[in-house]
Every structure is written in structure tokens, then in C-alpha cells.
């Protein structure tokens, strides 16, 4: 069993064409700065660590960082996290665009001893971790069926657009879920966490992520 | 294949007993009971057993045997069926325990090489045995054959499979089959839901399912099934039990992927063992609706209002009537009573007043699904409503109908007399209206089903099963 870094996670989703946001591995402030030169202020930072996958429960994620305040706060994680998790094999500091406005979904996968995989989706905060307003398939799952599911969950409405709110990109999920679905074998996933997968009303996009594959 | 089991030309019974106490004596005794094929008794230690010779070996039975039971200690077993194997058997029914589920996962291995070598299949081992009604065969330890019908029953090990037949058969449902799984360690779920598609005396399938084996598999082959499948799934995990990586892998415990697999199969999961048999006695006895539009008939408003409200539940529409028929039904209800869906008979109850409401409902090109309310006082009979559908049901048939017709009669003593003539005019009847409106709701997500994966529907779907 191997844990992927969610920069590692991204890698995998970008193969299956699924979006991710732009990002790229620090190891030094001066290398933070100049990634986040490239990428555009302000900037998000996420430790990266296999030994750490609840980034933000050790003070590993940081956001909204202006172009001042870069190289400090390169140098603030790695103490503060030397700290936090004492040992922890650090590869650096992940500089990544912020994430554009839009619906918080997730989408994950689950192997699962008597089906194969079992692919989740659901809205993303307190709809996932209190209601548990998710619905599953078992892979591999085409288009149709994937709207469906994303049709099945009580918080659909939310996605079609209420209260004069523009409708979220309702096909380019459904697109996602077909990727996560096609992956799932391929990438001998274990269990996979897409959350968030932010959705605007064009396009879909992978924030953070996470994995556990078989090696 | 699996003819051999359920339709055998002769049977040896090895390990028969002349003691009916024994499992070996229990079963012989049943299988004599009513089936008319040959049969066999091995048992080394005896030369009669219940007044038919007995065999030392199933290699000494002169003629052919088609199937053979296997009831001796799980230790005899492997040579036993390796006799069975060169005597040419087909078909095995092994109720010996002490495989897997005993632990002994290695004997249960060498057991299956067995079978596959000689081209035999197999149903268990631990299992309880196999009832086909329409071959008079009663391979088991059910003490009788069950009131012919078309639901095929499969259960998992567990002597809840049994008494759930056992009360199947005093509630007076048709059977068809009942299957005792066992360990499923040659045929499995797969398989008999594939033979139990092509059995013409089945159908529906109801099952009682502790585990599936060959999961990706089963969803693809019971996809491609037409006949309705509804099933109960016990051993509902705790989720979130430990510490895990993701969230998806704390909220996707087996049951929610046993859920979503059976769906993508277009199997019926149901919570309990009321809606299992709800649901297959509605299947056995009416014809698939066409859409969810459901019109309610009662003579009590408390009654319709509890049904109306579980179709809401159940996503089921109460339709909205043509202006023709509620009128037609206005001509025969009181003034003060209500004509709009559902319709309220304002306590007054006649064979009229049913008959031309039923017919009304039914004529309605709105409506797809009719659930017929009778609540009992001492004021009125329970037959002649009873009657009024039972003779609706008939028109049905001739007519070639695909509206189904669902009774609920409700109440004590004197109840019993509609309930009867329901049964008898093969009319699916529930003593509470939530129960009629979730088998009717069965019938329709099977039907939403077959649409979706675009299986079309057979003639029995359109016009029922009764016999």
C-alpha cells in the first residue's frame, strides 16, 4: 500500500484529463517565489509529506499568500510543521493557484472486496461530512449513469442553480466521475478523495486530493 | 445443468436413514412425499430403508442417477461424490456441514475439483436443500411442499431461509422453487438467477442474501435479467468504525456498495421480510404499470390519506382524474363523498359503488395503477367490494390490461371473508395500506428499470402471472 502526496494524486488525474489546479513543488523560498511568480498573486501553500495527509489539522495549508509574504511563509510552514509532526519526511512546500469560486463537490473511490470499486459522489463541507448526502456506483460507470448520480443526491438542486444562481457545469462532473471510474482498476486505487472538486458554471477543477494505491 | 437438480429423472439419497429424525431420514421422507421420478436410499449399514432397497454404494444402484443428495459427515463427503462422479451423476445437492464455515476452506477447495472433474454442478455444501413445486420435489428439510405459485425463493445458509419458507407456505403464498445456498461453493447466485430467468414456471425471484460472490459479474448477468428480482440484504455495517484515509472510504461501508450495486443491477432491495414477500406476491399476481400515476379507492379518508401519503414517500404521483371519470363515479358515490383522487366513498361501501369506481379508475387513461381500500365496519360486508375487484381483474385479463389492481382490506373479524376472495381471485392483498403502496412501488421501479436498460417486456409482465 503507498500514499500519494496530493501533488503525486493530481499527476494521476491530469493523465485521465481531469483538471487540476496549476501547482508546483518547492523546495526553498527562492524556488517558492519564483513558482509563484509563474503562477500569478496570491498563492496557496500545502506541505507535502507522504507521512502527512491531514494537511490543514497540522497548520500545513496556506492561502491567499501575496507576493511579500511568499519566501516567510515558505520558511514558516517547514518550522512550524518540523514542529507539529516530528520526523516527517518533508519534500517541500506545494505552491498552487488559489481556487476559483464554485460548488465544493468530492468525488472518491473505494476498493471493494466483492464489487471491485465503489465511486462516491456528493457536495462537498458539512453536505459530506454531517448529511452524508452522497450517492455510490459501482465501476465502471459511462456518462449516463453518472449523471444520474450526481442527479441522485438531495443537494442537486444547489448544482441546477437556486434562488437565480447560475446552474454549475453539471456534464463536466459527470465527466469526472467517468475519469475517477476509468482510473479505478488501472491505477490500482485503494481509496481516492477528490475534495474538493470546485465546479463553475464552465469546467470542473481538482483542489486538493488525495490517494492510497496498491503497489 | 441445473436441471439435473430441480427436474431429476432419479434421485439417490446417500446417507438415507430410517430414523426421521436424522437429517437422512428427514429428507427421504420428504422427497417421497410427492415426487414421482426413481429413488435411491445409500446407506452402507442398511438393506431397506423406508421400504425401498437400499445401496451400499451409489456405484451399486443398477439404473442411471441423474442427482444425488449427500448427507454424511463432512469427512465422507469427498469420496462420496467422487463415486457420484463416476457413477455418472449430474447434479449434487451436499447438505453435509463442516467446509467453510467451519473453517475448513481447503476441504471445501478439493470438494469443488471434485465436481468440475466430472462435469457435475453442485449446490452447497451446508446447505438445507431444494424445493421445486411444479416437479413434486421436495429435497429438503422443509416439512412440506408449498401452494404451487410462481416466486422463486434463493437463500442464504441460515435456518432463517427455512422458517421464512415454512411461514410462507402457512400465509398460503405460492411457491415455485425454494433454494438453500449453502456455501454457494460451486453454484452461486449467478448461476441460479440465470436458470431461474430461463425457468418458465418462474416469475419472480425473491432472495434472501447474506454475502455475493463474483460481484462485478453478478451485477452484468442479473442486468440482463427480465424477471423481477427483489431482495434482502442483511448484516448492515457500522461505517466510520476506525480511523480511515478518506472520506470516501468512511462513508462507503459494504452496505451502501451492496446498495448501489444491487440498484445498478435492477435488483428490488427492500428493508424487511414483510416487503420481500409484499413485493413477490404483487409480481406473482399483476402486470407491470406503465408509469407511477396511482388512483386510490377507499371508504375511509383516514385510510387513502395514509396511502396517499406513502406514495408521496415512495415517489409515487396520485394522479389527477379526467373530468369523465369523475363523473362516472359521482353517479354512484354520495353527494357529500369525494370524486377527486383519491377517491372517498364517505363510508358507504357496495358492489356498485366498486365496481363502477374500479372500472371508472380503470378506463382513465391518466391513471396506471389502482390501489383498492376496503376498511371493515359492521355495517357492511367485506365480499361484495371484494367480489367487485376480483370480477375488475378478470376484464383485466381479457381486456389484456397492464394496470395493476392492489388491495388493502383492513380490519378485524369479518374481514376475512373479502380477504378470502381476493386470495382466490389471485388479487395481492395487505393488511395496512403502506405495505400495498410499497409492493405497487416495487412493481413500478422494475418497470422504471426494464425502460432504462431497455429490457422489454415480456407478455407475462403485461398481463400478470396468475395461473
Request: glycine residues 10%.
Given at each position: 500500500?503507498?500514499?500519494?502526496?496530493?501533488?503525486e494524486?493530481k499527476k494521476v488525474?491530469?493523465k485521465?484529463?481531469?483538471?487540476?489546479?496549476?501547482e508546483?513543488?518547492?523546495?526553498?523560498?527562492?524556488?517558492?517565489?519564483s513558482?509563484?511568480?509563474?503562477?500569478?498573486?496570491?498563492v496557496?501553500?500545502?506541505?507535502?509529506?507522504p507521512?502527512?495527509?491531514?494537511?490543514?489539522?497540522?497548520?500545513g495549508?496556506?492561502?491567499n499568500?501575496?507576493?511579500?509574504?511568499?519566501?516567510?511563509?515558505?520558511?514558516?510552514?517547514?518550522?512550524?510543521?518540523?514542529?507539529?509532526?516530528?520526523?516527517?519526511?518533508?519534500?517541500?512546500?506545494?505552491?498552487?493557484?488559489?481556487?476559483?469560486?464554485?460548488?465544493?463537490?468530492?468525488?472518491?473511490?473505494k476498493?471493494?472486496?466483492?464489487?471491485?470499486?465503489?465511486?462516491?459522489?456528493?457536495?462537498?463541507?458539512?453536505?459530506?461530512?454531517i448529511?452524508?448526502?452522497?450517492?455510490?456506483?459501482?465501476?465502471?460507470?459511462?456518462?449516463?449513469?453518472?449523471?444520474?448520480m450526481?442527479?441522485?443526491?438531495k443537494?442537486?438542486?444547489?448544482?441546477?442553480g437556486?434562488?437565480?444562481?447560475?446552474?454549475?457545469?453539471?456534464?463536466?462532473?459527470?465527466?469526472v466521475l467517468?475519469?475517477?471510474?476509468e482510473?479505478?482498476?488501472?491505477?490500482?486505487?485503494?481509496?481516492?478523495?477528490?475534495?474538493?472538486?470546485?465546479?463553475?458554471?464552465?469546467?470542473?477543477?481538482?483542489?486538493?486530493?488525495?490517494?492510497?494505491?496498491?503497489? | 445443468?441445473?436441471?439435473?437438480?430441480?427436474?431429476p429423472?432419479?434421485?439417490?439419497?446417500?446417507?438415507?436413514?430410517?430414523?426421521?429424525?436424522?437429517?437422512?431420514?428427514?429428507?427421504l421422507?420428504?422427497?417421497?412425499?410427492?415426487y414421482?421420478?426413481?429413488v435411491?436410499?445409500?446407506?452402507?449399514?442398511?438393506?431397506?430403508?423406508?421400504?425401498?432397497?437400499?445401496?451400499?454404494?451409489?456405484?451399486?444402484?443398477?439404473?442411471?442417477?441423474?442427482?444425488?443428495?449427500?448427507?454424511?459427515?463432512a469427512?465422507?463427503?469427498?469420496?462420496?461424490?467422487?463415486?457420484?462422479?463416476?457413477?455418472?451423476?449430474?447434479?449434487?445437492?451436499?447438505?453435509?456441514?463442516?467446509?467453510?464455515?467451519?473453517?475448513?476452506?481447503?476441504?471445501?477447495?478439493?470438494?469443488?475439483?471434485i465436481?468440475?472433474?466430472?462435469?457435475m454442478r453442485?449446490?452447497?455444501p451446508n446447505?438445507?436443500?431444494i424445493?421445486?413445486?411444479?416437479?413434486?420435489?421436495?429435497?429438503?428439510?422443509?416439512?412440506?411442499l408449498?401452494?404451487?405459485?410462481s416466486?422463486?425463493?434463493?437463500?442464504?445458509?441460515?435456518?432463517?431461509?427455512?422458517?421464512?419458507?415454512?411461514w410462507?407456505?402457512?400465509?398460503?403464498?405460492?411457491?415455485?422453487?425454494?433454494?438453500?445456498?449453502?456455501?454457494?461453493?460451486?453454484?452461486?447466485?449467478?448461476?441460479l438467477i440465470?436458470?431461474?430467468?430461463?425457468d418458465?414456471?418462474?416469475?419472480?425471484?425473491?432472495?434472501?442474501?447474506?454475502?455475493?460472490?463474483?460481484?462485478?459479474?453478478?451485477?452484468?448477468?442479473?442486468?440482463r435479467?427480465?424477471?423481477?428480482?427483489?431482495?434482502?440484504?442483511?448484516?448492515?455495517?457500522?461505517?466510520g468504525?476506525?480511523?480511515?484515509?478518506?472520506?470516501t472510504?468512511?462513508?462507503a461501508?459494504s452496505?451502501e456498495?451492496?446498495?448501489?450495486?444491487?440498484r445498478q443491477?435492477?435488483?428490488l432491495?427492500?428493508?424487511?421480510?414483510?416487503?420481500?414477500?409484499d413485493?413477490?406476491?404483487?409480481?406473482s399476481?399483476?402486470p407491470?404499470?406503465?408509469?407511477?400515476?396511482?388512483?386510490i379507492?377507499?371508504?375511509?379518508?383516514?385510510?387513502?390519506?395514509?396511502?396517499?401519503?406513502?406514495?408521496?414517500?415512495?415517489?409515487l404521483?396520485?394522479?389527477?382524474?379526467?373530468?369523465e371519470?369523475r363523473?362516472?363515479?359521482?353517479?354512484?358515490?354520495?353527494?357529500?363523498?369525494?370524486?377527486?383522487?383519491?377517491?372517498?366513498?364517505?363510508?358507504?361501501?357496495s358492489?356498485?359503488?366498486?365496481?363502477?369506481s374500479?372500472k371508472?379508475?380503470?378506463?382513465?387513461?391518466?391513471v396506471?395503477?389502482?390501489?383498492v381500500?376496503?376498511?371493515?365496519?359492521?355495517?357492511?360486508?367485506?365480499?361484495?367490494?371484494?367480489?367487485?375487484?376480483?370480477?375488475?381483474?378478470?376484464?383485466?385479463?381479457?381486456?389484456?390490461?397492464?394496470?395493476?389492481?392492489?388491495?388493502?382490506w383492513?380490519g378485524?373479524?369479518?374481514?376475512?371473508?373479502?380477504?378470502?376472495?381476493?386470495?382466490?381471485?389471485?388479487?395481492?392483498?395487505?393488511?395496512?395500506?403502506?405495505?400495498?403502496?410499497?409492493?405497487?412501488?416495487c412493481?413500478?421501479?422494475?418497470r422504471?428499470f426494464?425502460d432504462?436498460?431497455?429490457?422489454?417486456?415480456?407478455p407475462?409482465d403485461?398481463?400478470?402471472?396468475?395461473?
Open positions: 500500500m503507498k500514499i500519494l502526496t496530493e501533488h494524486t488525474l491530469s485521465y484529463g481531469i483538471m487540476v489546479t496549476q508546483s513543488l518547492a523546495k526553498s523560498s527562492d524556488e517558492a517565489f513558482i509563484a511568480s509563474t503562477i500569478g498573486f496570491p496557496a501553500m500545502k506541505i507535502s509529506s507521512d502527512i495527509s491531514h494537511k490543514s489539522d497540522v497548520g495549508v496556506v492561502l499568500i501575496k507576493k511579500e509574504d511568499v519566501k516567510t511563509a515558505f520558511s514558516d510552514m517547514i518550522s512550524r510543521i518540523k514542529k507539529a509532526v516530528p520526523g516527517a519526511n518533508i519534500e517541500g512546500v506545494l505552491v498552487q493557484q488559489m481556487a476559483p469560486s464554485g460548488h465544493e463537490v468530492i468525488v472518491g473511490l476498493k471493494d472486496a466483492q464489487f471491485g470499486h465503489a465511486l462516491m459522489f456528493g457536495l462537498g463541507g458539512i453536505f459530506v461530512e448529511y452524508k448526502d452522497v450517492s455510490f456506483r459501482v465501476t465502471p460507470i459511462d456518462k449516463k449513469e453518472a449523471l444520474e450526481i442527479s441522485e443526491i443537494g442537486y438542486p444547489i448544482l441546477k437556486i434562488r437565480g444562481k447560475k446552474p454549475a457545469d453539471i456534464d463536466a462532473v459527470a465527466q467517468v475519469s475517477v471510474s482510473m479505478a482498476q488501472k491505477e490500482n486505487i485503494v481509496e481516492l478523495d477528490i475534495n474538493p472538486l470546485i465546479v463553475g458554471e464552465i469546467g470542473a477543477i481538482a483542489v486538493d486530493a488525495r490517494a492510497m494505491v496498491e503497489k | 445443468m441445473l436441471n439435473s437438480i430441480f427436474y429423472a432419479s434421485i439417490a439419497v446417500i446417507g438415507a436413514s430410517n430414523n426421521e429424525i436424522k437429517w437422512g431420514g428427514r429428507i421422507k420428504n422427497i417421497l412425499s410427492a414421482k421420478g426413481k435411491y436410499p445409500v446407506n452402507p449399514g442398511e438393506t431397506n430403508i423406508q421400504g425401498l432397497d437400499s445401496y451400499h454404494s451409489v456405484l451399486d444402484i443398477p439404473g442411471e442417477v441423474e442427482m444425488a443428495l449427500i448427507i454424511v459427515p469427512k465422507f463427503v469427498l469420496s462420496v461424490a467422487e463415486e457420484c462422479g463416476k457413477k455418472g451423476v449430474k447434479g449434487l445437492i451436499v447438505i453435509s456441514a463442516g467446509f467453510s464455515e467451519a473453517g475448513n476452506a481447503e476441504l471445501e477447495k478439493e470438494l469443488v475439483s465436481v468440475r472433474k466430472y462435469g453442485m449446490i452447497g446447505t438445507l436443500g424445493v421445486n413445486e411444479p416437479a413434486g420435489l421436495n429435497a429438503s428439510i422443509i416439512g412440506r408449498p401452494t404451487p405459485g416466486i422463486s425463493f434463493i437463500t442464504q445458509s441460515g435456518s432463517l431461509g427455512l422458517a421464512l419458507a415454512e410462507t407456505i402457512d400465509t398460503g403464498i405460492g411457491l415455485c422453487k425454494v433454494i438453500s445456498t449453502g456455501n454457494k461453493a460451486d453454484v452461486d447466485d449467478v448461476d440465470e436458470y431461474l430467468n430461463n418458465p414456471s418462474t416469475g419472480v425471484i425473491a432472495m434472501y442474501v447474506e454475502g455475493i460472490k463474483r460481484g462485478r459479474e453478478f451485477i452484468d448477468a442479473v442486468r435479467v427480465r424477471k423481477p428480482i427483489v431482495a434482502i440484504k442483511t448484516g448492515r455495517s457500522k461505517r468504525a476506525k480511523a480511515v484515509f478518506s472520506h472510504g468512511s462513508i461501508g452496505d456498495v451492496y446498495s448501489a450495486a444491487f443491477a435492477g435488483i432491495r427492500v428493508d424487511d421480510i414483510d416487503d420481500l414477500f413485493a413477490a406476491l404483487a409480481f399476481c399483476q407491470l404499470p406503465e408509469g407511477n400515476n396511482v388512483a379507492l377507499s371508504n375511509g379518508g383516514g385510510a387513502s390519506i395514509v396511502a396517499a401519503d406513502e406514495c408521496e414517500r415512495q415517489g404521483n396520485i394522479v389527477d382524474l379526467t373530468l371519470t363523473e362516472k363515479i359521482q353517479k354512484v358515490i354520495p353527494q357529500f363523498a369525494s370524486n377527486s383522487n383519491p377517491i372517498d366513498t364517505a363510508g358507504t361501501v358492489f356498485e359503488i366498486y365496481d363502477k374500479i371508472a379508475l380503470h378506463d382513465d387513461p391518466n396506471d395503477a389502482i390501489i381500500i376496503y376498511v371493515h365496519t359492521m355495517m357492511f360486508s367485506a365480499m361484495p367490494p371484494a367480489e367487485a375487484v376480483v370480477e375488475m381483474k378478470q376484464k383485466c385479463i381479457k381486456a389484456k390490461s397492464s394496470k395493476p389492481i392492489i388491495a388493502c383492513m378485524g373479524e369479518g374481514t376475512e371473508e373479502g380477504v378470502e376472495i381476493l386470495k382466490s381471485g389471485c388479487i395481492p392483498n395487505y393488511p395496512v395500506p403502506e405495505r400495498a403502496v410499497k409492493a405497487l412501488s412493481l413500478i421501479k422494475h422504471e426494464l432504462k436498460v431497455k429490457i422489454e417486456v415480456g407475462e403485461k398481463m400478470g402471472r396468475c395461473k
